[in-house]
């Protein structure tokens, strides 16, 4: 199927905010007030009743508005039609150990494939109010003001975002030694746990680039689309095509990128630390 005109993919981007700001208003309400948190399995990743309750706000939106669309949604797993073209990834709350601990780095991610290619992305922070949205062919903007990504080319003068998954534990490729090398080669590596908001935050030129492996299709479709309308670039580490399935993302402001992903490809072992 051919991408959408720019008419319809407006409209998506329309229901793809709706619902953002739907499932943000029950993050909202429930700050600080969680009653119910739980692992979910691994050690550390958490669900909450926020999670739960973003997430049938969103589906609400999306059932409402489009049924015979297909959903992956973290917390509810594949949904609706699953011969449809369109399929929708949301995260309806990325962030949850941060929302844990009422640490307001936090967002709903919305984000549409329309035949596998990431076309509609929408991340909203209710916490801090910032909104997010950009379409394939439309402006990336952050609360309706168009937004870019920085020009910044050099390693040493960048800063950068990752994140650790929750199977850091239980593997050596953990990102350990990716993290200690770019923070010896740059300003300095953050890590605030919202895979969603650091592509966000790349795409309005907060960060210059970001990287990150073991990430679910949820946590970062929208926030692709974002990236790439605001002039950004998206690969693989080593630069070959990005594929949302592989839970690996190289993303940058597109300046730093060759210099980015040579230093990810040449982290030495952890053990020169020492
Ligand atoms: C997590 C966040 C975090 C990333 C983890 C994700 P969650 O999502 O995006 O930044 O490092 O890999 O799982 O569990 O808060 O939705
Ligand atoms: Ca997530
Ligand atoms: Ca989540």
């Given at each position: 199927m051919n991408q959408p005109n720019l008419d319809r993919l407006q409209v998506f981007l329309d229901i793809a905010t709706?619902?953002?700001?739907?499932?943000?208003?029950?993050?909202?309400?429930?700050?600080?007030?969680?009653?119910?948190?739980?692992?979910?399995?691994?050690?550390?990743?958490?669900?909450t009743e926020a999670d739960k309750q973003s997430e049938a706000e969103i589906l609400k939106v999306l059932h409402r508005h489009l049924p015979e669309h297909q959903i992956l949604a973290e917390e509810s797993g594949a949904l609706g039609n699953s011969d449809s073209e369109y399929?929708?990834?949301?995260?309806?709350?990325?962030?949850?150990?941060?929302?844990?601990?009422?640490?307001?780095?936090?967002?709903?991610?919305?984000?549409?494939?329309?035949?596998?290619?990431?076309?509609?992305?929408?991340?909203?922070?209710?916490?801090?109010?910032?909104?997010?949205?950009?379409?394939?062919?439309?402006?990336?903007?952050c609360?309706?003001?168009?937004?870019?990504?920085?020009?910044?080319?050099?390693?040493?003068?960048?800063?950068?975002?990752?994140?650790?998954?929750?199977?850091?534990?239980?593997t050596s490729d953990n990102n350990y030694a990716e993290f200690c090398h770019l923070t010896h080669l740059t300003q300095g590596v953050r890590r605030l746990?919202?895979?969603?908001?650091?592509l966000a935050w790349l795409a309005c030129g907060r960060y210059d680039g970001y990287w990150e492996r073991g990430l679910s299709p949820w946590d970062i479709a929208a926030g692709v689309v974002i990236v790439e309308a605001a002039g950004g670039t998206i690969t693989a580490y080593d630069g070959s095509p990005f594929e949302l399935n592989s839970g690996r993302i190289l993303a940058t402001n597109g300046a730093l990128h060759d210099n980015l992903s040579q230093a990810l490809l040449e982290t030495p072992a952890l053990s020169s630390w020492k």
């Open positions: 709706e619902a953002a700001l739907a499932g943000g208003t029950v993050l909202k309400s429930l700050r600080g007030k969680l009653e119910d948190i739980q692992e979910k399995g691994r050690s550390g990743d958490l669900v399929l929708w990834a949301i995260d309806p709350l990325d962030g949850t150990t941060n929302y844990a601990h009422s640490l307001p780095i936090a967002s709903t991610s919305v984000g549409l494939l329309i035949d596998g290619v990431p076309s509609v992305g929408v991340i909203y922070n209710p916490l801090s109010g910032e909104l997010f949205r950009a379409a394939k062919g439309l402006p990336a903007t609360d309706r003001r168009p937004i870019k990504v920085s020009q910044t080319s050099e390693l040493a003068n960048s800063l950068l975002v990752t994140g650790f998954a929750y199977d850091r534990r239980e746990g919202s895979a969603a908001l650091d």
